[in-house]
């Protein structure tokens, strides 16, 4: 739903004048954290977010109650540029933490509300990380984190810095996704490139021939308790998928 939300903003962004577009002025961050993949929304009700840095820097704002002003409340480094962080419950303790990509190839697990390492990768451990998500994938409980690094579907334990998985097969998605999207109450992994993948036992059930387009998202879009695929065709147009069915729906 978020990037659907996200098209829409990008949309809305576009027919605004050019300095409206300066998050900095923009009263909520919303619009800010929506369209930028290393920004993640905290707690609304204090306006609190983080966001990654080109320099290598984890950044918390919040507003102040008295001045109404957004100001950091929190920072720590990275080292690295960071690509993308997703807020999400990755170590089993039903409590969320921020997971964190550098275009260097780093994987942070961390606390959402200090900031402090649950664990990382080592340096070097992946060259390049496209993306990742979190979810469990395998139905026991704890969740995993699933990436395309170094053109490779990895599947990483999500509390602790264990490699569960690594495939033999090049990927080279950019963007990925998990969820059952043929209703058979399994999960997919789901990537931009048109494959379709089994959660638990990592074998390929289809590929769409054609990509998914840059960013897509699941949602269930017609109502009947099954996800689709929705994506963006190559001229802009969007696509959706019927996992079920394995055909374009509407497009
Ligand atoms: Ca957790
Ligand atoms: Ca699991
Ligand atoms: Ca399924
Ligand atoms: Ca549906």
């Known amino acids: 739903m978020k990037r659907i939300l996200l098209i829409i903003v990008l949309l809305a962004l576009i027919a605004l004048p050019a300095t409206a577009q300066r998050w900095v002025n923009i009263s909520y961050p919303w619009s800010f954290v929506e369209h930028h993949k290393a920004a993640e929304m ?5 306006d609190s977010f983080v966001y990654g840095t080109e320099r290598g820097n984890l950044i918390v704002m919040e507003r102040d109650r008295m001045t109404g002003r957004l100001q950091v409340s ?23 933490e921020l997971v964190v ?31 990742f998500t979190v979810g469990d994938t395998d139905g026991d409980g704890q969740p995993e984190i699933i990436l395309i690094a170094d ?48 959660a638990k036992f990592r074998q390929i059930e289809w590929v769409h021939d054609d990509p998914f387009g840059e960013i897509f998202d699941l949602f269930d879009i017609d109502g009947d308790g099954i996800v689709e695929i929705v994506g963006v065709g190559p001229s802009g147009e969007v696509l959706i998928l019927d996992g079920d069915e394995q055909r374009v729906k509407w497009e």
């Not at 905290?42 to 204090?46: E, G, I, S, V, Y």
């Not at 929190?74 to 969320?96: C, F, M, S, Y």
Request: glycine residues 8%; negative net charge; proline residues 2%.
């Open 74 to 96: 929190k920072q720590r480094e990275v080292w690295a540029p960071v690509k993308e962080i997703h807020l999400a419950e990755a170590t089993g303790d039903t409590r969320n």
């Open 101 to 131: 990509t550098t275009r260097r190839g780093d994987l942070f697990v961390l606390e959402s509300g200090n900031l402090t390492d649950v664990w990382r990768t080592p340096e070097g451990y992946f060259t390049t990380i496209n993306c």
């Open 42 to 46: 905290l707690d609304d009700t204090k």
């Open 151 to 198: 053109d490779k579907l990895v599947i990483m334990a999500g509390g602790e810095q264990t490699e569960l998985y690594r495939s033999s097969e090049e990927f080279k998605a950019t963007d990925i996704a998990m969820a059952d999207v043929d209703g058979d109450e399994q999960d997919e992994i789901v990537l931009n490139t048109g494959e379709i993948i089994d």
